[in-house]
C-alpha cells in the first residue's frame, strides 16, 4: 500500500499572461509528512494548493489526493483547508460556522471544536458574533475550525496572517499537535521562523517551479559557514579556491562542518588577504531560502 | 449546503428591507382597498363596477408594483450570491469540503431562488387575499398563479446568475434590469397585437416576438396576473392595452423554464471551470 497522500505529476498553470505553475511541476506529499512551501510572494504557493484542493484547475498534468482526482468530492473526506483571506458572514458566531462546516463534511464533534478554541485562546468568543470580533480572533477562531478534531490533511495558507506573537505561538503548537497525532500537514507560510520549528521538510517554489523539496536538516547542504569580513572579498575568494559568495565587503565560505572552523581561520590568516573579522556562522531556514530563491551557489 | 446557503441569505439585510418595504405594501394597500366602494365607480355605459371589476383594477395596479419589488429581489440576491461568496474567501471553503461542484453550485444559487418565489407567493397571495376580503371574486386561475411563479422568476435568476460570473455583480444587475425593461416592454407590444390586427403584420411585431423568445422574462409574470385576476369583468377589452391579452398557451408558459434550466447548465459549466 503506498504512502503518498498527494501525488502531482507534470502539472502546469497559467493566469492569462502569468505562469503560475512552470510546465511540468510534479511533488510528492507522503502520509504524516508536515511540508512547508516556500517562496516569495507569487512564486506559486497558493497556487499548488488551490491546484491540489481542485480550487484550481491545471492546464496539464495529473493531481491525485489519496489516489482519486481532486474533483472527486471522496478524496476531500478528511481534509481541511484554510484559506490565506477568509470573511466570515458577520452575523455569524464561530458556533454556528462550526455546525455549517460540519452539515456537510460531517466527522466532527463540537466539544473538539470547543477544545481546539481553548487552545488557541478564544474559547470565550464562541458564541459571539464573528463581524463583532478583531481580526486577530476572527483568524484564531478560523484556525481552530479548520484544525479541530483529527483530521487526515490540512492545508493551511498563510495561518498566522494578522496574528500577534501569541496566537503564532499558539498557531505553531497547533500544527505540532496535527503532525504528532498524525495528520498530514501542508503549510504555506512567509514566517521562516515559524516553519523552521513546526515542519520537517520544505519544498521551494521560485516562479512556479519547484527548485528544492527535501527535509529541513538536509537542506542545508553546508551546515555552517563563516563569513570573513575584508575590504577585499574578490581577491580572498580567489586565494580559497574560488568558493563562497561575496556578499558586499564580505566573504561568506561554506564550511563542512564546525570542526573545520578553526582550520579554516587559520588558512585565512595565511592567505595574505587583509581582513578585519571572521565568525561561524550557521545557516538558518532564512539563509536557505534566500540562498535558493536568489539561485546562489557556493561553487563559482 | 443548501441549508448554509439559505441561512446565509435569510440572514442578509436586504431581506429585513424587503420584509418591511413589503409590510407596509400590504398595509397600505389594505387600507387603500378598505376604503374602496365599487358603487362609486362607473364603467363603460355607465353601469356600476362589480366586486370584480374592482379586484380586477386592485389587482393589476398592485401587481406592477409587486412584479417590480418581486424581480429587483430576484436579480439582487442572484448577481450577488456567487460574487460575494467567492470575494469573501467562502466558496473555496465549500468547494474543499467532501461535496461536488455541482451541489455547492445548485445549493448556493437555489438558496435565492427559493426567497425569492417565497416572497413572490407571499406578497401576491396576500394581495389577493386582502383583496377578496373587501371585493369578493374568483380568480381565473389559482394553480396558475402558483404553477407560474416559480417559472415567471426562473428566467431572471438563472439569467442573473450566469452573467454575475461572467461580468461581476454589479454590472449583472444593470444588465438584467435593462433587458427586463426591455423584454417587458417587447412583451407588452405582442399581448397588444392579440387585439390590433395591423400591428400583427407589423416588423415591429416580428421584432418583439423574438425578443420574448430570447429574453423571456415576463411570459411567466403574465401566467401569474392572468391566474390571479377575476373570471369574469366587464372591462376585458382595457386588458390588451394593460398588457395582458389573454391567456397563453401552455407551451408558452413553461418555455421561460426550460430556457432557464439551459442557462442554469451553462452558469455551472462556466462555474466547474472557475477558480475558486
Known amino acids: 500500500m503506498t504512502n503518498t497522500t498527494i501525488s502531482v505529476e507534470g502539472i502546469s498553470k497559467r493566469f492569462g499572461k502569468t505562469q503560475a505553475l512552470a510546465e511540468n511541476f510534479s511533488i510528492e506529499i507522503s502520509k504524516g509528512q508536515s511540508l512547508a512551501i516556500l517562496g516569495a510572494n507569487g512564486a506559486g504557493k497558493t497556487t499548488l494548493m488551490r491546484a491540489v484542493l481542485g480550487l484550481t484547475i491545471p492546464d496539464a498534468g495529473n493531481i491525485s489526493l489519496y489516489g482519486l482526482s481532486p474533483t472527486d468530492p471522496s478524496s476531500r473526506i478528511g481534509l481541511r483547508f484554510l484559506p490565506e483571506r477568509i470573511s466570515f458572514p458577520k452575523w455569524a458566531t464561530p458556533l454556528q460556522m ?51 478534531g483529527t483530521p487526515k490533511t490540512v492545508f493551511l495558507d498563510e495561518p498566522s496572517s494578522g496574528l500577534d506573537p501569541a496566537g503564532r505561538m499558539l498557531v505553531r503548537s497547533t500544527v505540532a499537535e496535527l503532525a504528532d497525532q498524525g495528520s498530514t500537514v501542508i503549510l504555506n507560510s512567509h514566517l521562516l521562523g515559524e516553519v523552521e520549528k513546526v515542519c520537517d521538510w520544505a519544498a521551494f517554489i521560485h516562479k512556479g517551479a519547484l527548485v528544492a523539496n527535501d527535509r529541513l536538516e538536509d537542506l542545508s547542504q553546508f551546515k555552517g559557514s563563516a563569513v570573513i569580513d575584508t575590504q577585499e572579498p574578490d581577491a580572498m575568494k580567489a586565494v580559497l579556491n574560488n568558493l563562497g559568495i561575496v556578499r558586499d565587503k564580505s566573504l561568506v565560505y561554506p564550511l563542512a562542518s564546525e570542526d573545520g572552523f578553526a582550520e579554516f581561520t587559520e588558512l585565512v590568516a595565511r592567505s595574505g588577504v587583509n581582513f578585519t573579522g571572521i565568525k561561524l556562522h550557521r545557516e538558518s531556514l532564512e539563509d536557505i531560502f534566500m540562498r535558493i530563491m536568489e539561485g546562489e551557489t557556493y561553487v563559482s | 449546503m443548501f441549508l448554509n446557503a439559505l441561512e446565509h441569505m435569510t440572514r442578509r439585510k436586504l431581506i429585513l428591507i424587503v420584509g418591511i418595504l413589503a409590510l407596509g405594501y400590504l398595509l397600505l394597500f389594505w387600507r387603500g382597498i378598505a376604503s374602496a366602494d365599487p358603487q362609486s365607480l362607473r364603467t363603460e355605459g355607465n353601469i356600476p ?46 468547494a474543499a469540503l467532501p461535496q461536488s461542484r455541482f451541489k455547492v453550485y445548485a445549493s448556493t444559487t437555489l438558496a435565492p431562488f427559493l426567497v425569492s418565489v417565497t416572497v413572490g407567493y407571499l406578497l401576491f397571495g396576500l394581495t389577493a387575499l386582502i383583496t377578496s376580503f373587501y371585493a369578493p371574486f374568483t380568480p381565473s386561475s389559482i394553480p396558475l398563479a402558483v404553477f407560474s411563479m416559480p417559472i415567471w422568476l426562473s428566467a431572471t435568476w438563472a439569467f442573473v446568475i450566469l452573467f454575475s460570473m461572467m461580468v461581476g455583480k454589479i454590472p449583472a444587475m444593470l444588465i438584467t434590469f435593462i433587458l427586463e425593461g426591455f423584454a417587458v416592454g417587447m412583451g407588452n407590444i405582442v399581448e397588444l397585437a392579440k387585439g390590433i390586427p395591423e400591428l400583427h403584420e407589423s416588423t415591429f411585431y416580428t421584432v418583439a416576438r423574438i425578443v420574448t423568445f430570447i429574453l423571456p422574462f415576463e411570459r411567466g409574470y403574465r401566467s401569474v396576473q392572468m391566474g390571479l385576476l377575476p373570471e369574469a369583468t366587464v372591462i376585458e377589452e382595457a386588458l390588451a392595452f394593460m398588457g395582458f391579452g389573454g391567456a397563453l398557451p401552455f407551451w408558452e408558459i413553461i418555455y421561460p423554464a426550460i430556457w432557464a434550466a439551459l442557462l442554469f447548465f451553462l452558469g455551472y459549466r462556466l462555474f466547474l471551470k472557475k477558480d475558486l
Not at chain 1, 118 to 127: E, R, T, V
Not at chain 2, 74 to 79: D, E, Q, S, Y
Open chain 2, 49 to 94: 363596477a362589480s366586486n370584480a371589476d374592482l379586484a380586477f383594477a386592485a389587482l393589476s395596479i398592485a401587481g406592477s408594483m409587486l412584479s417590480v419589488m418581486v424581480w429587483g429581489l430576484t436579480i439582487i440576491l442572484g448577481a450577488s450570491i456567487l460574487p460575494d461568496e467567492m470575494e469573501a474567501g467562502r466558496m473555496s471553503i465549500w
Open chain 1, 98 to 148: 462550526y455546525r455549517q462546516l460540519e452539515r456537510v463534511r460531517n466527522e466532527g464533534r463540537e466539544i473538539d471544536f470547543v477544545h481546539r478554541a481553548d487552545n488557541m485562546a478564544c474559547g470565550d468568543l464562541l458564541k459571539r458574533k464573528l463581524g463583532k470580533m478583531s481580526k486577530g480572533q476572527r483568524q484564531r477562531i478560523a484556525v481552530a475550525l479548520m484544525t479541530c
